[in-house]
């Protein structure tokens, strides 16, 4: 009865409310982790462990994260005494799960391009030179740059 207590304690007074099928699908996975890695001498792969389970990989996924703690983003990763590296500075990047299919669309895009003009758009937008600069590097003129400039960014909208 009083491990029963502190279990309940312990499941209802956690940080994040997590049902209670999904936190027993998280512990099985777990035990047949240990399990296949005492066994086989190396880590198990989430497949390995989802066909031992019968259940489809995804769902031991999002088991086996729903029980993670959550952690601040002011918590300490690193301090080497006069700097302290916390978790919100290992968060850089603003992009979430929508934009990379996107990223994925453009870089494709591209690099449909020709040679030429992935230069003229690297010297334009990456390097931020103008059309009359980018113009006299490549021996070109000014006009020219614009032409191709406006058909690399048509034949990327294109392709997106």
Request: hydrophobic letters at 40%.
């Amino acid at each position: 009865m009083i491990i029963g207590e502190i279990r309940r304690y312990l499941r209802d007074n956690s940080a994040v409310r997590v049902s209670r099928s999904m936190r027993d699908t998280a512990y099985r996975a777990m035990q047949i982790k240990e399990q296949l890695t005492a066994k086989n001498n190396r880590e198990p792969t989430v497949e390995e462990i989802a066909r031992l389970m019968d259940m489809p990989k995804e769902n031991i996924v999002l088991a086996l994260e729903a029980i993670v703690e959550p952690v601040s983003l002011y918590e300490p990763v690193f301090s080497d005494g006069s700097d302290t590296v916390y978790v919100m500075d290992q968060i850089g990047d603003s992009s979430d799960d929508s934009t990379w299919l996107e990223e994925l669309a453009i870089k494709d895009a591209i690099s449909n391009l020709s040679e030429r003009e992935k230069r003229i758009l690297t010297l334009r937008f990456f390097r931020g030179k103008t059309q009359m600069e980018v113009a006299s590097e490549i021996g070109i003129s000014q006009a020219q740059v614009s032409r191709i400039e406006k058909g690399a960014l048509d034949s990327i909208k294109k392709n997106i």
